[in-house]
């Protein structure tokens, strides 16, 4: 008997699925700990939580479209117009806004690898085409050759700053050659989302004024990471007012619901607290860092709340070495294992076992 299937797309078939980091096994009488998705440890303060119950007492109704409240809190404090200021369903959520207005078939997308793994999924969806350009050996992007890649098809470049899974920034002058060599029709995505826990890296960019000055640069930032809202999903884009028009246009009606616009603005008015525990993860990410090389590990200068562990072929063993102790960490098959920064106890749990796995 023949079926008739319904007709796809055919780029699906080269989308790759998106690997979510997963729960810890549970073992008898440990406690287990997810070391895999970059959370924040800590659960939200009491204040923002109250907010967020607020807000849900008036979840029959649809939310603010616009996101008003949040997008001028947002202005506020990036110091930025209102106007360039575009809220979505998580930096992820922007970045396909994003695509869909910038890129199709036949385009080309720069972006180094590795680096996040929703880019690639995210320009295939669009119908354009990945042009991945390697890292340098220290885990850092290659400026100079993500700019010599751009070409007549070229349509958008990712930066991610720092980078995911690797964990360093580029440096401000890197970005100023970069911007001056890629041209004005081009657009460009800082992609920012560890940006709070950059320090005290002095020569990282400030992506505002760079914003500010180069109306082809887009700034994404997010609230999951550093303000620990990763599950309510909302995340910002800062663009020109000819590209945030595109953004909102391109953006999925009602996409940030009430109790994350709540929930974020509440954050904000509590960032100096959110910023001490901020503090506290870029010391523990210090003491592991530290431990590390105490190790003899050749880890990258990580600025965000991972550390990157190169281990090659060897990813799933030292994942699944984790995984025995009930720490989920994240293996890249074939190139290595990002592990987040957790609470102390998961993190000297980790450090045991990167002191017993062999090296290569
Ligand atoms: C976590 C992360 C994001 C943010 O994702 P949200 O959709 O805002 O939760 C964006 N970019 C990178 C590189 C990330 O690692």
């Keep these: 008997m023949t079926s008739l299937h319904?007709?796809?797309?055919?780029?699906?078939?080269?989308?790759?699925?998106?690997?979510?980091?997963?729960?810890?096994?549970?073992?008898?009488?440990?406690?287990?700990?997810?070391?895999?998705?970059?959370?924040?440890p800590y659960p939200p303060l009491p204040s923002v939580l109250e907010v967020i119950g607020r807000a849900a007492a008036s979840a029959n109704r649809y939310p603010d479209m616009l996101s008003s409240e949040l997008t001028a809190a947002i202005a506020r404090h990036d110091g930025v117009p209102q106007e360039h200021v575009v809220a979505g369903p998580g930096s992820v959520g922007v970045l396909g806004q994003v695509l869909t207005a910038a890129a199709g078939d036949g385009d080309e997308v720069v972006h180094a690898w590795r680096s996040f793994e929703a880019y690639p999924i995210v320009v295939r969806l669009s119908g354009a085409r990945s042009v991945p350009v390697p890292l340098l050996p220290d885990g850092r992007h290659d400026l100079p050759a993500m700019a010599a890649a751009v070409t007549e098809r070229t349509r958008l470049v990712l930066v991610c700053s720092p980078n995911n899974p690797t964990g360093p920034t580029v440096t401000a002058a890197e970005m100023d050659d970069?911007?001056?060599?890629?041209?004005?029709?081009?657009?460009?995505?800082?992609?920012?989302?560890?940006?709070?826990?950059?320090?005290?890296?002095?020569?990282?960019?400030?992506?505002?004024?760079?914003?500010?000055?180069?109306?082809?640069?887009?700034?994404?930032?997010?609230?999951?990471?550093?303000?620990?809202?990763?599950?309510?999903?909302?995340?910002?884009?800062l663009a020109h007012p000819a590209v945030a028009d595109a953004l909102r246009k391109t953006a999925i009606p009602f996409g940030v619901s009430t109790l994350a616009q709540a929930?974020?603005?509440?954050?904000?008015?509590?960032?100096e607290e959110l910023l001490e525990r901020v503090g506290a993860i870029v010391t523990e990410r210090e003491r592991v860092v530290a431990a590390l090389a105490a190790q003899g590990w050749e880890v990258p200068a990580t600025e965000a709340n991972f550390?990157?562990?190169?281990?090659?072929?060897?990813?799933?063993?030292?994942?699944?070495?984790?995984?025995?102790?009930?720490?989920?960490?994240?293996?890249?098959?074939?190139d290595g294992v990002r592990v987040s920064i957790g609470e102390p106890?998961?993190?000297?749990?980790?450090?045991?076992?990167?002191a017993a796995f062999p090296r290569g």
């Design 263 to 271: 929930a974020a603005v509440a954050s904000l008015d509590a960032e």
């Design 6 to 40: 319904p007709r796809l797309r055919a780029v699906l078939d080269d989308v790759p699925s998106y690997v979510p980091g997963r729960p810890p096994q549970v073992l008898e009488g440990v406690t287990p700990y997810k070391l895999a998705s970059n959370e924040n």
């Design 307 to 334: 550390v990157w562990m190169p281990v090659g072929e060897r990813a799933g063993e030292l994942a699944e070495a984790c995984g025995a102790v009930g720490l989920s960490v994240r293996a890249f098959a074939g």
């Design 178 to 237: 970069f911007l001056t060599a890629v041209p004005a029709d081009v657009l460009v995505v800082l992609d920012e989302a560890y940006r709070e826990f950059v320090r005290p890296a002095a020569d990282a960019p400030d992506a505002v004024a760079l914003h500010l000055a180069h109306p082809n640069l887009v700034v994404l930032r997010t609230f999951s990471k550093a303000y620990g809202l990763a599950g309510l999903r909302v995340g910002y884009g």
């Design 345 to 354: 106890e998961a993190d000297d749990r980790f450090l045991e076992v990167a």
